[in-house]
């Protein structure tokens, strides 16, 4: 059975104050390792999709890196913009294209 | 590019009413689109996979008569909550997988409130 576990639950960094979300999976075949972050009230937003060990991809502030086992999604110089719940998800070859969520990291930044 | 759209944004409905939401591929073309359901601080729960032009298929514990899901276009899926009651009040998601790509890509999400 596929599973996807997030750590922290919660995160509260100052403006600035850069870290590591992670994201443990277990899965039979990765199709897909996706990341998304979600503000309340609204729909997740895609952010990258990481299809194999060694990958990297970075958009702004955010880095996302992939090993056989981990995902990790690093965040440099955080702005209290940044401030959302970041979900971490998985498809796997067997998986008719459906998404294995994980409970996600709240994360805070302060000004 | 990528945009998925869902109207209404939110909905306040009786008690023994339906209500239907319709979710939108904007700009590409979606032979796949789930349906999820996010209860407040918790991940979302998929509730159904809706293929273009076939029947949907449900989750385990998903009432197929009460959730009504039809994929009639690759740009369009709409589900209709059936008789709501308050329990049905939830915050309602969908996504959508291009043709020819692997990535979801999810709507702004639709909040009903059944009183």
């Known amino acids: 059975e596929d599973q996807v576990t997030q750590s922290p639950e919660a995160l509260r960094l100052q403006e600035g104050e850069s870290s590591s979300l992670n994201c443990s999976y277990t899965?039979?075949?990765?199709?897909?390792l996706f990341w998304y972050r979600q503000d309340p009230g609204k729909g997740p937003e895609f952010l990258f999709t990481?299809?194999?060990a060694g990958e990297e991809k970075e958009k702004e502030r955010l880095k996302a890196t992939l090993t056989k086992k981990e995902s990790f999604l690093h965040i440099t110089a955080p702005k209290p913009e940044d401030s959302a719940t970041y979900l971490c998800a998985l498809s796997s070859s067997g998986s008719a294209r459906q998404l294995t969520f994980g409970s996600g990291t709240q994360l805070t930044v302060l000004p | 590019g990528a945009v998925v759209s869902q109207h209404p944004s939110r909905v306040i409905c009786k008690s023994g009413t339906s209500v239907k939401i319709e979710c939108r591929s904007l700009d590409f073309q979606a032979t796949t689109m789930f349906w999820y359901r996010q209860f407040p601080k918790q991940s979302l729960m998929l509730m159904a996979t809706?293929?273009?032009?076939?029947?949907?298929?449900?989750e385990q514990g998903v009432e197929k008569d009460k959730f009504l899901i039809n994929h009639a276009s690759l740009t369009l899926s709409t589900l209709t909550v059936t008789s709501a009651h308050p329990e049905d009040s939830s915050f309602y998601i969908c996504?959508?997988?291009?043709?020819?790509?692997?990535?979801?890509?999810f709507g702004p999400g639709t909040r009903l409130t059944v009183l």
């Open positions: 990481l299809y194999s």
């Open positions: 996504s959508a997988i291009p043709t020819m790509g692997d990535t979801q890509y």
């Open positions: 809706s293929n273009e032009g076939s029947k949907a298929t449900y």
């Open positions: 899965v039979s075949g990765l199709r897909g």
